[in-house]
């Protein structure tokens, strides 16, 4: 065989083995996630986390100009020489494709965590609002903490460079009860994508290669811990996005610092309060009544900055990456964001809020 063939074969191969791979949670559960990812995460985060800019946006631009250089040069070749072309463009998915699933994307067929932690999946519409009416209340208590007033918006006080290190407290926390969650060597960084980002809609993003996490540096910064908090849970092992939220919502709201735990229970209100909205309206604006102002503030702070961006690009993103989704074992695909108040609705039944 041709070796210009290997690699297109390669991703062939690949591709059939990750279909046949969702049977086998059990297996990537054991070797890759808690035994193998570790190892490399580590030691990714070892090598990069302390130097201060983001490596992974380093190397995307380095790998963005090649390839359109490339395309460049073989512009007038294109329609003679296409097969090669072709074969050439595959073989390199097929390496990226191979590194993206050993250095982390494995972790997309690993135990469900609704599993792992033995939450219900199902719940009631009365369980349902009786678990925001509770956030309501948790949420009313911390802003007014803060504020002293229910009318005033809450402004971090925290740079972003300090935030970071902060967020480990909550994990902490979070590990005590939960083992499995804890986080070590802190490894997050401001984007340099961070327009970008803004543009298509997203708050930060895993480097799968690099480990590395990147934020958004632009977003409402009462929004920064719940949103760094949510690309930490992608560090140690969860690639699905509805875990990653409920992960980061649990390290924000068991933070000891109360502008945390206002990220936290914040986002998950905000998102219960959008559900009832499509749901029932009628108790969605009795919902509303009962939020502080303040609180709202917040929400039209976050709306605003999200107005001032809001293009075709979003919505072009949002269909790419929701397939992207689709195609890496989560069916719901962006929905599944909002899916972590599911586990938060059956996690707090025995809990208190």
Known sequence: MKRKYILPLFLLIQI??????PFFPDYIEGFYSNNLFVRISHFSRILLGKIPFSVGDCIYAVLILSAIIWFWKIRKTWRTDWKD?????????????????????????????FQKMNIEREYSDAEFLAFTK????????????????????????????????????????????????????LSVKKSLFSTPLTYMGFGGYLNPFTNEAQINYLLPMYTFPQTTAHEMAHQIGYASENECNFIGFLASVKNDNLYYQYAGYSFALHYCLSIWKFKDEKVFNQLKKSVNVGILKNYKETQDF???????LDEGFYFLYDNFLKSNNQKDGMDSY???????????????L
């Open 16 to 21: 059939i083995f990750l279909r046949i791979l």
């Open 85 to 113: 072309h072709l074969l050439t463009i595959l073989g390199k998915i097929s390496v990226f494709y191979f590194f993206f699933h050993l250095l982390w994307a494995f972790n997309y067929y690993r135990e469900p965590l």
């Open 134 to 185: 509770k956030l309501v209340t948790k949420t009313n208590e911390i802003q007014f903490a803060i504020t002293k007033s229910d009318t005033a918006k809450i402004v971090f006080p925290y740079s972003q460079k300090e935030s970071f290190p902060m967020i480990l407290n909550g994990y902490d926390n979070l590990a005590k009860e939960h083992p499995y969650f804890k986080y070590e060597i």
């Open 306 to 312: 999200h107005k001032k961006y809001d293009t075709f």
């Open 338 to 352: 909002s899916k972590f108040i599911d586990l938060a609705i059956n996690y707090y039944k025995t809990r208190k």
